[in-house]
C-alpha cells in the first residue's frame, strides 16, 4: 500500500518562505509521478508543480513558476516542495500525490494521480 506524509507548512509572512516535505512508503517502482496540488476554501484543486522520479524533469504551473521549485530526494523517498516569495493567494492546504503510471495526459489534473497525502495547511499573511 503507498502512503504520503506531507509535512512542514506552517504560517509566514508575505515574502518568506517555507519548504514543504512528501514522504513516500510502499513503493515498488523506481519511476513514477509525483505532484503537489493546493485547495484554498472554496476552490477547485489546483496542480502546481510536478515531477517524474527516476527521469528528473520538473514542470510547474504558471502561478508558481520562478518562485517554487520541486525536487527529490531519491535515497529519502522523499520530495520537496521550496516555496520563495510567498503571497497570501498561496493559503490553501497543500497536498502530494503520486502516480505510477509511465504517461499522464494532463499531470496538473487531480484525477491522474492515484495516492495521496492527507495535506498541510500553509497560511500567507499580508
Known amino acids: 500500500q503507498v502512503q504520503l506524509v506531507e509535512s512542514g507548512g506552517g504560517s509566514v509572512q508575505a515574502g518568506g518562505s517555507l519548504r514543504l516535505s512528501c514522504t513516500t512508503s510502499?513503493?515498488?517502482?523506481?519511476?513514477?509521478?509525483m505532484g503537489w496540488f493546493r485547495q484554498a476554501p472554496g476552490k477547485e484543486r489546483e496542480g502546481i508543480a510536478a515531477i517524474y522520479i527516476g527521469g528528473g524533469n520538473t514542470y510547474y504551473a504558471s502561478s508558481v513558476k520562478g518562485r517554487f521549485t520541486i525536487s527529490p530526494d531519491n535515497a529519502k523517498n522523499t520530495i520537496y516542495l521550496q516555496m520563495n516569495s510567498l503571497k497570501p493567494e498561496d493559503t490553501a492546504m497543500y497536498y502530494c500525490?503520486?502516480?505510477?503510471?509511465?504517461?499522464?495526459?494532463?499531470?496538473?489534473?487531480?484525477?491522474?494521480?492515484?495516492?495521496w497525502g492527507q495535506g498541510t495547511q500553509v497560511t500567507v499573511s499580508s
Open positions: 510502499g513503493t515498488t517502482s523506481s519511476r513514477y509521478w
Open positions: 500525490a503520486a502516480d505510477s503510471a509511465e504517461f499522464i495526459y494532463n499531470i496538473f489534473a487531480p484525477g491522474s494521480y492515484h495516492y
